[in-house]
């Protein structure tokens, strides 16, 4: 449905530019918008290059397994149905961490890896598993303490004060976690 929303907007757009009479004008706006998507790109490569190898490190240094630790009552309360040690809350903790940075780039192999975990102790698989549910609705939603990614672009951009967000993005995102627990924890009690 999203492509063919993209798409009337594109067509919409050149007939009008063209029943203006100003049809260079899309060849234009659409050269600047790649040039501009490029160089975005680019400058972005490095803020994400240097989280990555921090997670990385963090992961081979044990800082997740400590991080993961410390966070038990949080994860147990959260996903009651997953054994204490599984392999799948070192792939969760490190998507929440990375989403807390705002590296959703970073969090989406951590996601993947999770899921597979979760999937190894889902009972019929054919259908999501409470685990597997409360943890897509975390991951959606996550609390975002610093934006990393969307600071990238507002630097590149030459934003006047890139920080602006984080305060409103920290608001954002925690109500959104709060809702879409709360909705997890209600839809869950209803469906038994």
């Known amino acids: 449905m999203i492509n063919v929303i993209w798409m009337l907007l594109l067509v919409t757009g050149i007939i009008t530019a063209a029943v203006r009479g100003k049809i260079e004008v899309v060849t234009e706006a659409a050269m600047e918008a790649a040039q501009t998507s490029v160089t975005i790109s680019i400058e972005i490569i490095g803020v994400m290059a240097l989280?990555?190898?921090?997670?990385?490190?963090?992961?081979?240094?044990?800082?997740?397994?400590?991080?993961?630790?410390?966070?038990?009552?949080?994860?147990?309360?959260?996903?009651?149905?997953?054994?204490?040690?599984?392999?799948?809350?070192?792939?969760?903790?490190?998507?929440?961490?990375?989403?807390?940075?705002?590296?959703?780039?970073?969090?989406?192999?951590?996601?993947?890896?999770?899921?597979?975990?979760?999937?190894?102790?889902n009972p019929n698989k054919k259908v999501a598993s409470d685990a597997m549910c409360t943890f897509l609705a975390l991951n959606t939603s996550c609390i975002t303490?610093?934006?990393?990614?969307?600071?990238?672009?507002?630097?590149?951009?030459?934003?006047?004060?890139?920080?602006?967000?984080?305060?409103?993005?920290?608001?954002a995102t925690t109500i959104g976690t709060i809702v879409a627990l709360t909705a997890d924890r209600f839809l869950r009690g209803m469906s038994r």
């Open 51 to 121: 989280w990555l190898g921090i997670m990385k490190i963090a992961e081979k240094g044990g800082l997740i397994n400590f991080i993961a630790r410390g966070l038990r009552p949080v994860t147990r309360f959260l996903f009651p149905s997953i054994p204490k040690d599984h392999p799948a809350m070192g792939p969760i903790i490190m998507n929440i961490s990375a989403n807390v940075l705002g590296l959703g780039n970073a969090a989406t192999p951590f996601g993947l890896k999770a899921m597979q975990e979760l999937q190894k102790t």
């Open 145 to 171: 303490i610093l934006p990393a990614t969307v600071l990238a672009i507002r630097v590149a951009a030459n934003s006047a004060n890139p920080t602006e967000i984080v305060g409103t993005t920290i608001f």
